[in-house]
């Protein structure tokens, strides 16, 4: 029978992962980056499979990886959770947060005002598709997500931020930029500009599209909302986007749509086993407050 792995080479597993680069697994734990390397392969001959691949843009988890990181980050969150009650933490001199959402609001204004608060806390922050950013929530592979509608799962944390609704998003001169509502129906000789598949925008506004046995011969598909705001402003079609999702501009207008007057959480969502973590709770309170005084 093979013998128990050891900490360190749980450890060095889990940070690798984190990371996704051994040098910096090396440099969050403080030691050699052979230590390191030398722990995982010794984990990898113990597990008799492969747990990273290597490729050119950094590591990549295995499926066997995947499986034990979703236990391991569970165990390196609980010894951070006892860490920081032994020590008691009075202040965040440093840290790391790997966060994502879908848009870049309400994600930026919160990360924005925390940045000022907490200076040496780094966050390094990507925007994904709705499918994709509910994968990173279930695989560990992020702290927090700023999501709408996200999935309900009691291993997740959630708190509403805001509600919002779809609006039709034009440039101001626009022929249709004028009116005060809109129906799908009149946009049918428009392009339409909507985010990349696994978006939850592209799932419903072709829903709405089915359910009234509408036809738009030309839709186009971007890679995120920043690209969506930037096809608009190009003047190549009308956008479908969540109100106030994007940085406001005086060269757009966005106008209520007939058939979409349903109401949407944008939430933030994380593991919730983090919840305690002094780190993730301190944004937890900055994004809380920023609710509270409706900065976005």
């Known amino acids: 029978m093979n013998s128990r792995p050891s900490p360190y080479q749980i450890t060095a597993f889990t940070y690798v992962a984190r990371e996704k680069s051994f040098s910096r697994a090396a440099l969050r734990l403080g030691v050699t980056q052979s230590s390191v390397t030398q722990h995982v392969a010794n984990l990898e001959r113990k597990m008799g499979t492969q747990l990273f691949i290597r490729r050119r843009e950094g590591l990549e988890l295995t499926r066997a990886g995947t499986e034990l990181f979703r236990i391991t980050d569970r165990l390196a969150t609980l010894d951070q959770l006892v860490t920081e009650k032994i020590n008691d933490y009075s202040a965040l001199t440093d840290g790391h947060i790997r966060l994502i959402a879908n848009a870049p609001r309400p994600a930026m204004p919160i990360i ?3 940045g000022k608060l907490y200076p040496n806390v780094q966050i390094d922050f990507t925007l994904y598709d709705w499918t994709s950013a509910m994968s ?11 999501v709408t509608e996200p999935e309900e799962s009691g ?15 034009l ?3 626009h022929p249709l930029a004028a009116r005060k509502k809109l ?9 339409l500009i909507l985010p990349e598949d696994g978006s939850l925008t592209q799932k419903i506004a072709r829903a709405k599209i089915r359910e009234h046995g509408l036809d738009f011969p030309r839709i186009i598909r971007t890679t995120t909302f920043p690209m969506v705001k930037e096809a608009i402003l190009h003047g190549l079609g009308v956008g479908l ?3 106030n999702s994007l940085y406001p501009s005086d060269k757009l207008a966005a106008i209520p749509i007939v058939e979409m007057p349903e109401d949407y959480r944008d939430c933030i969502t994380l593991p919730a086993d983090k919840r305690e973590l002094k780190l993730i709770q301190s944004f937890l309170d900055v994004a809380i407050e920023a609710r509270a ?3 976005f």
């Open 136 to 146: 990173l929530l279930a695989d560990r592979q992020v702290d927090i997500a700023i």
């Open 241 to 243: 986007l969540l109100q």
């Open 183 to 191: 129906s799908l129906s009149e946009l049918q000789g428009e392009t």
């Open 112 to 114: 924005a005002r925390y």
């Open 293 to 295: 005084e409706k900065q």
């Open 155 to 169: 291993a997740l944390y959630t708190d509403v931020l805001r509600r919002t609704v779809y609006m039709a998003h």
């Open 171 to 173: 440039r101001r001169d």
